[in-house]
């Protein structure tokens, strides 16, 4: 009788390494999945700081692009006013002349018009007669 003794013993020694062994792999796991927790939750913090950052950032250069072509067009309307209009917009003799590098040329064909001195040296002289 006293080998059977031994061998619970022996049983009840083997249960308990067994159950020592299991609980290092189950805190190595708990361990294991802490540490994946918390890197997908620095990942989570980390797109979320970023996806902010670059919606400020779009918000003020938007506004800065926005600024920008309102400074463009106020530019434009200013050249606008003081630009000296094309020989082909100036319909008056008046207008024509006042432009040195326009040419008021006459026809009994087509209407008298305003043309470039380039154009007007190309037209053909049967038809205008170019001052």
Excluded: Y
């Excluded at 013993?9 to 020592?20: A, I, T, Y």
């Excluded at 994946?36 to 996806?51: G, N, T, Y």
């Excluded at 000296?84 to 026809?107: A, T, Y």
């Amino acid at each position: 009788m006293p080998q059977k003794k031994t061998s619970n013993k022996g049983e009840r020694n083997s249960n308990r390494l067994s159950l020592s062994v299991s609980r290092p792999k189950t805190s190595k796991l708990i361990m294991a999945n802490t540490k994946q927790l918390l890197i997908l939750s620095f990942l989570a913090v980390a797109i979320l700081v970023h996806s902010t950052l670059v919606q400020s950032s779009n918000a003020s250069s938007s506004s800065s692009s926005s600024l920008h072509d309102r400074v463009l067009l106020a530019r434009q309307r200013n050249a606008a006013r003081f630009q000296i209009p094309s020989c082909s917009e100036m319909v008056s003799r008046s207008q024509c002349s006042h432009n040195p590098n326009c040419k008021w040329c006459k026809s009994e064909v087509l209407d008298d018009m305003c043309f470039s001195k380039a154009e007007a040296w190309r037209l053909p002289q049967q038809v205008f007669l170019c001052n």
